[in-house]
């Protein structure tokens, strides 16, 4: 079995780039939301998001704006050697289309539409064309799910280094559909507060590196973590809402554990799916007593910052937690002013520092799909 | 390692068919003409009615296939995966749920619901207490190669005890022209519940191979490999 490694990433979302600090913004506890200006959303009963626009000229005349995103980051990939496989992991790529008109439109929306079309175009933007190409789609947990597989390959020997990509826009198409669910916060998303009312959608597009030892060698960088765990679950219960005693999140984790050979007490942070939404946080405040007990650990969400970026959540929150295990530090939750009862000591609204080596991230979705991610601190050698 | 194909079913708008049972005549997609079948099927997914072409064809396909291997009880939860392949998803109900949005109407929640492909996939984890990895999958070379090889590798390494893999697929009625209909396969870690399946090798993360070493790239590579071992439902499936 070969070790998988973090080696590089980016992304972009509405309060920074990773590039652009976006981790330093977020210990901050600084948010990139505000009213949506891209649609009307004057007779919605919410009207923020954490919308990013193009700057002027920046945008192809053919392309959508999730693409005008994309370039903004893989150019940082395309001198790296033999990329050999490119996991897809968007989730409404067909939003801009549909949007346009579809099918009907007149002339013909170039925009892409399927998974295909996307990953064939990062593989053209990247120019590696004998890139191997992955399409996933898990709902919200689609980057999180990229990453797993991207490690089987990895770990199995199949390919040697997998480049997961991932974007969502806040659309229309999704907008008026989360609210027409009400899972849209009115007001702040307030991840595991007591009043917490809502998501808060926000554009994400992100790039995440995973390469075997060889390939980290031969680049010479030092990896960003190791990723030594994985676990996928469903928890079979109902299509939109997850199983109210988290069993398909417990599942996930005690996988991702099994597979590390670790203990519960082996991970020392935990960076949660954390949408804000009613039942999703309850959900994995139970899941996180079930497994690790009444221990006190650090545990965040950056989804009251950055917004819920959809299929692009998993691979950024991925990189925010490496750059926390570096730092020793997880970033606030923000919005959080009075935590629910199992959130004490776990949640916060302050940066909190640990020291441990190893953090765990997870994310749930449509579907009753739950996956885990447990990511270590390399060895200084690594390289 | 060893593992055991005890279920298949295959719908196309032409002819639909099941490994055990043989030919099924259907009167469009999800729809059995067979009306205890039917009855049998609509029973086990009460919002069968609120379904798209998609979502009937993937459940339909997945409740042949876990008949055919007598696990098609809800009763019998257990570590199962599910991964699909396929292209267009949800994308018949995205248009239908965005036409909702316009011209000052209401989004439809219930439409919204569906618009993600791997919500089928959901439906029949709930119907059918399917609690391992489960989601799409889709990726260049033989149809459902990659799902093929995900499969086989945690089926290898008993991440799960079996493995639903199919591929699905329901155009919109102005998307370029396509092959559409579900595949779905049922392998199993060990035959104690599939007496007389067809016996196939794990080959790491590669994928799957006959006992004799031919390689499996494709869910159609394995309904070959059922007409070759001398299976009588396979010349139905293809």
Not at chain 1, 183 to 206: E, H, M, V, W
Not at chain 2, 125 to 130: D, E, K, S, T
Not at chain 2, 192 to 202: I, K, M, N, V
Request: with cysteine; glycine share 12%; aromatic share 8%.
């Amino acid at each position: 079995m070969s070790e998988v490694f973090l080696l590089d990433g980016a992304a972009e979302t509405a309060l920074a780039s990773w590039d652009g600090g976006l981790f330093a913004a977020l210990a901050a506890n600084k948010g990139g939301f505000g009213p949506v200006t891209r649609f009307d959303a004057s007779k919605l009963t919410a009207h923020s998001a954490a919308c990013l626009e193009p700057v002027p000229g920046e945008r192809r005349e053919t392309e959508n704006l999730t693409q005008t995103l994309l370039r903004r980051i893989l150019p940082k990939f395309a001198p790296l050697p033999d990329i050999e496989t490119i996991v897809w992991a968007g989730v409404k790529g067909n939003a801009e289309f549909v949007e346009a008109g579809g099918f009907q439109a007149d002339p013909p929306c170039p925009f892409p539409f399927l998974p295909r079309d996307y990953s064939l175009w990062v593989r053209d933007e990247l120019g590696h064309p004998k890139a191997g190409l992955v399409e996933v789609s898990a709902a919200c947990a689609s980057s999180t799910l990229g990453l797993a597989v991207g490690a089987d390959l990895i770990s199995s020997g199949m390919s040697r280094s997998v480049l997961v990509v991932a974007a969502d826009i806040v659309s229309r198409f999704s907008f008026l559909g989360f609210n027409a669910l009400n899972a849209l916060s009115p007001g702040a998303c307030r991840p595991f507060d007591k009043a917490r009312d809502g998501l808060l959608l926000g554009d994400g597009a992100t790039v995440v590196l995973l390469a075997a030892g060889d390939y980290v060698r031969k680049v010479g960088r030092q990896p960003l973590a190791r990723l030594s765990g994985w676990g996928v679950a469903n928890d079979a219960t109902h299509i939109t809402a997850p199983a109210r005693d988290g069993r398909g999140l417990i599942a996930a984790i005690n996988s991702a554990l099994k597979r590390a050979h670790l203990e519960p007490r082996g991970i020392g942070a935990f960076c949660a799916h954390g949408t804000g939404t009613v039942y999703n946080d309850a959900m994995e405040l139970t899941a996180l007593d079930a497994v690790f007990g009444d221990r006190p650990f650090p545990v965040f969400s950056i989804k009251g910052a950055v917004g819920h970026t959809l299929g692009a959540a998993g691979g950024i929150e991925a990189l925010v937690s490496a750059r926390a295990l570096v730092e020793g530090l997880v970033p606030p939750t923000l919005g959080l002013e009075h935590p629910e009862p199992k959130a004490h000591g776990r949640v916060s609204g302050e940066a909190q520092k640990f020291s441990s080596k190893r953090i765990m991230k997870t994310n749930s979705g449509f579907g009753g799909v739950n996956v885990a991610l447990i990511l270590e601190e390399p060895e200084r050698n690594e390289a | 390692m060893k593992v055991f194909l005890s279920g298949a079913a295959v719908l196309r708008k032409q002819a639909s068919a099941s490994l055990r049972s043989g030919p099924l005549p259907m009167d469009g997609p999800g729809l059995f003409h067979d009306a205890r079948l039917q009855d049998e099927f609509s029973g086990k997914f009460s919002r069968f009615g609120r379904y798209d072409h998609y979502t009937r064809m993937g459940c339909a396909a997945v409740f042949l296939a876990l008949r055919d291997a007598g696990r098609d009880a809800p009763s019998r939860p257990g570590n199962t995966g599910f991964l699909l392949a396929g292209q267009y998803g949800s994308f018949e109900t995205d248009l239908a749920y965005y036409r909702t949005t316009l011209d000052g109407g209401l989004a439809s929640p219930n439409l919204f619901s569906y618009t993600l492909p791997n919500i089928v996939i959901g439906e029949c984890a709930l119907q059918f207490g399917l609690l391992g990895p489960t989601y799409c999958l889709d990726s260049e070379g033989g149809r459902a190669a990659a799902a093929l090889g995900e499969a086989s590798y945690y089926l290898e390494t008993r991440s799960a005890e079996s493995m639903l893999v199919g591929w699905l697929e329901a155009l919109p009625a102005q998307a370029p022209a396509g092959e559409e209909g579900a595949m779905v396969l049922l392998f199993e870690a060990n035959d104690a519940q599939a007496p007389g399946a067809l016996e196939l090798l794990t080959d790491g993360r590669r994928g799957l191979k006959s006992v004799s070493g031919k390689p499996i790239e494709s869910l159609d590579d394995v309904f070959r490999a059922l007409s070759g071992a001398g299976f009588s439902g396979p010349q139905f499936l293809q």
